[in-house]
């Protein structure tokens, strides 16, 4: 009896009369305390990752968690745009320049391990399009800077922005028309092959002993080039009209080993040959419809 007359009545909700006029219940402070603790624990400091909620048996059920296989290549092709700039800090540009080149194979693999697994989701669009913003615009521009346009004083340094920005901005676009561009084409120049134009650049004028300060004005163009049809209207052939799971005749197996053996003799060359081709494609076709 006397620990039950010691122990603490707790105090109830108590209506409380509100200006306007409505009857109102005062939450008490031991329970509001408790809900904030409540809220705390469901939004507060955690390392889960959340992306929405849905319906399973008539209940509520969140989605926590993220995939880890298709995150994997796009946490390597960060990576490698991130080991691409500390490269060419240091001034290993030939370094800088093929990690840039491995960073968009893993950026095309993870897309497609996602939806080979079925493991796409939110998150990992979204991360996907922020390590594009560095390994194929951050990156390529300041290994273009680091290793030439740092010779045009700001004139190099503001080239070197312009590009980065505009990678930015194409990737912005990209996410905003994805359902309702035209598959067949991209609009302006992919950020990939945009990143693969300045890098084959360095790399091919590295391995062939090009002073970065000699070529500082065409690498100046080259790299505005390539950021100014990042951002452009031009229409680019995506190649998704093509089938890779049907047959095709014996001869274009031999044709694939033929462009890999040459590819792998001189990659530098051949690699600022293929992607340089396919910048100007876009501008091409406009001018060969207009005639």
């Known amino acids: 009896m006397v620990e039950k007359a010691n122990?603490?009545?707790?105090?109830?909700?108590?209506?409380?009369?509100?200006?306007?006029?409505?009857?109102?219940?005062?939450?008490?402070?031991?329970?509001?305390?408790?809900?904030?603790?409540?809220?705390?624990?469901?939004?507060?400091?955690?390392f889960e990752v959340v992306e929405g909620e849905e319906l399973v048996g008539g209940k509520k059920i969140r989605r926590k968690g993220v995939y880890l296989l298709p995150n994997l290549f796009t946490t390597g092709a960060l990576f490698s745009g991130f080991y691409a700039i500390v490269a060419a800090m240091n001034g290993l540009f030939e370094q800088s320049a093929i990690a840039v080149f491995v960073a968009m194979i893993l950026d095309g693999l993870d897309g497609r391990v996602a939806r080979m697994t079925n493991t796409q989701s939110e998150f990992g669009a979204q991360y996907d399009s922020l390590s594009d913003c560095i390994s194929f615009g951050v990156a390529p521009a300041l290994v273009s800077y680091?290793?030439?346009?740092?010779?045009?004083?700001?004139?190099?340094?503001?080239?070197?922005?312009?590009?980065?920005?505009?990678?930015?901005?194409?990737?912005?676009r990209f996410n905003v028309q994805i359902d309702t561009a035209d598959k067949r084409y991209f609009t302006g120049l992919p950020s990939p092959a945009a990143a693969a134009v300045v890098a084959g650049m360095v790399w091919f004028g590295t391995e062939n002993g090009f002073d970065g300060k000699a070529v500082a004005g065409i690498a100046a163009l080259l790299t505005a080039f390539a950021a100014v049809m990042m951002v452009s209207n031009v229409k680019y052939n995506s190649f998704k009209e093509l089938d890779f799971k049907g047959r095709v005749p014996f001869v274009a197996i031999l044709v694939v080993v033929l462009v890999l053996a040459v590819v792998a003799s001189y990659p530098a060359g051949m690699l600022l040959a293929i992607f340089l081709i396919y910048a100007l494609s876009g501008p091409l076709l406009i001018f060969k419809r207009k005639k």
């Open 7 to 46: 122990q603490k009545k707790e105090p109830e909700a108590k209506p409380v009369q509100s200006s306007a006029g409505k009857t109102e219940v005062e939450t008490p402070p031991h329970q509001a305390e408790h809900a904030e603790q409540s809220e705390f624990e469901d939004y507060g400091v955690t």
């Open 146 to 172: 680091a290793w030439s346009l740092s010779n045009l004083g700001k004139i190099g340094w503001m080239v070197a922005f312009v590009f980065a920005a505009c990678a930015a901005l194409r990737l912005a």
